[in-house]
């Protein structure tokens, strides 16, 4: 695609090596009930690549062994992969976190009427992506009528205990901007949001995370026709922050794709930039049984000053005070 080619380039952004590694990001599929305008992943509807239950397997089998604590699960929506509720039970009865990236709709598609109470009895933490608290914004980025779906799932969700104190379910809400700008302070944000979606339909949450939009996928490819690609990058090139370098993702994460090949990050993945090892091109992840990552080189480009650009973007959300 056109938007990659300004980010295989060399870049200048800081070297980053590896940390002891904590958590795995599975992607399960592209395959979506939705097209979001912001979405990196490009997944859709269309989209038919799914993980297999044999790569599933092994993903499980390598946290294990390498002591990892967290299962980052996303997509697509990871839900519509019919090994999901699989995953789902063997790694909460392995003791570890389960967070699902969740966009709230999926909840409402035939054969998921299930889905939310299977989620709060295996007591799975719920990030969902809700970009905006007012219905306009929300539908023209993510499409007509996903506004009204979401606040029912979130209600839905509420009504297991999610989001409620001394539940022990935790649920965060996802915030990404509407165009080319970077994300609001989270804090005062988050307010907002607790405010408008409190009194107005009753809503309780743990967390809202500030994402930045990254410029690469469906979301590069609108800057590219829109001839604001280049001022995006350098947005984010001027508000680079390097106290944001300790706290990135990437020094204690993988990112899995849905064939079992390993990457840095979740954006390293859609851009075809394998992680760096220097016996081979790209891993899978059953070729990282036993190995020991700490002080790896990350692979680093131009987009990587998305995660550090002002008060810092990470799956988590800021990474500091704005």
């Given at each position: 695609?056109?938007?990659v080619i300004?980010?295989i380039?060399?870049?200048?952004?800081?070297?980053?090596?590896r940390r002891?590694l904590?958590t795995?990001?599975i992607?399960?599929?592209?395959?979506c009930?939705q097209?979001c305008?912001?979405?990196?992943?490009n997944a859709?509807?269309?989209r038919?690549?799914e993980?297999?239950?044999?790569?599933?397997?092994q993903?499980?089998a390598?946290?294990?062994q390498?002591?990892i604590?967290?299962?980052?699960?996303t997509?697509?929506a990871?839900e519509l992969?019919p090994?999901?509720?699989?995953?789902v039970?063997?790694?909460r009865?392995m003791g570890?976190r389960l967070?699902?990236r969740c966009n709230?709709?999926?909840?409402f598609?035939p054969g998921?009427?299930?889905?939310?109470?299977?989620l709060?009895?295996?007591?799975v933490e719920?990030t969902a992506?809700?970009?905006?608290?007012?219905?306009?914004?929300v539908?023209a980025?993510?499409?007509k009528?996903?506004f009204?779906?979401?606040i029912?799932?979130l209600?839905t969700?509420?009504?297991?205990g999610y989001?409620?104190?001394?539940?022990g379910?935790l649920?965060?809400l996802?915030?990404?901007p509407q165009g080319?700008?970077?994300?609001?302070?989270?804090?005062a944000?988050?307010?907002?949001?607790?405010?408008f979606?409190?009194?107005?339909?009753?809503i309780?949450f743990?967390?809202?995370?500030?994402?930045a939009n990254?410029?690469i996928q469906?979301?590069?490819?609108?800057?590219?026709?829109k001839?604001?690609f280049?001022?995006?990058?350098?947005?984010l090139?001027?508000?680079?922050?390097?106290?944001?370098?300790?706290?990135?993702?990437?020094?204690?994460?993988?990112s899995i794709?849905?064939?079992?090949?390993?990457?840095?990050?979740?954006?390293?993945q859609?851009?075809?930039l394998?992680?760096?090892?220097?016996?081979?091109?790209?891993?899978?992840i059953?070729?990282?049984?036993g190995?020991d990552?700490r002080?790896?080189?990350?692979?680093?480009?131009d987009?990587c000053?998305?995660?550090?650009a002002?008060q810092?973007?990470s799956c988590?959300g800021?990474l500091a005070s704005?």
């Amino acid at each position: 695609m056109h938007d990659v080619i300004p980010l295989i380039s060399k870049s200048d952004f800081p070297a980053v090596t590896r940390r002891r590694l904590t958590t795995f990001q599975i992607n399960l599929g592209y395959r979506c009930n939705q097209s979001c305008l912001h979405c990196h992943v490009n997944a859709g509807p269309h989209r038919t690549e799914e993980m297999s239950l044999e790569t599933i397997e092994q993903i499980l089998a390598m946290a294990r062994q390498a002591g990892i604590e967290t299962l980052d699960v996303t997509g697509g929506a990871p839900e519509l992969n019919p090994h999901f509720r699989l995953l789902v039970e063997r790694a909460r009865a392995m003791g570890l976190r389960l967070i699902d990236r969740c966009n709230l709709t999926v909840l409402f598609e035939p054969g998921h009427e299930t889905l939310a109470a299977f989620l709060a009895e295996q007591g799975v933490e719920i990030t969902a992506s809700l970009p905006c608290y007012l219905e306009e914004n929300v539908d023209a980025q993510r499409g007509k009528g996903v506004f009204d779906a979401s606040i029912r799932g979130l209600q839905t969700l509420n009504a297991l205990g999610y989001g409620r104190e001394g539940s022990g379910l935790l649920l965060n809400l996802v915030f990404n901007p509407q165009g080319p700008v970077l994300p609001p302070p989270q804090a005062a944000l988050e307010a907002d949001y607790r405010q408008f979606l409190g009194e107005r339909f009753g809503i309780v949450f743990n967390h809202l995370f500030t994402l930045a939009n990254m410029p690469i996928q469906r979301f590069g490819s609108t800057l590219v026709s829109k001839g604001s690609f280049a001022g995006y990058l350098q947005l984010l090139k001027q508000a680079h922050r390097d106290e944001n370098l300790e706290s990135i993702m990437c020094r204690d994460l993988i990112s899995i794709d849905w064939q079992g090949y390993v990457y840095d990050c979740d954006f390293n993945q859609m851009l075809g930039l394998p992680l760096r090892r220097p016996e081979r091109a790209r891993s899978h992840i059953s070729d990282l049984i036993g190995q020991d990552l700490r002080g790896n080189p990350v692979v680093v480009r131009d987009h990587c000053y998305g995660c550090t650009a002002g008060q810092g973007s990470s799956c988590g959300g800021a990474l500091a005070s704005a």
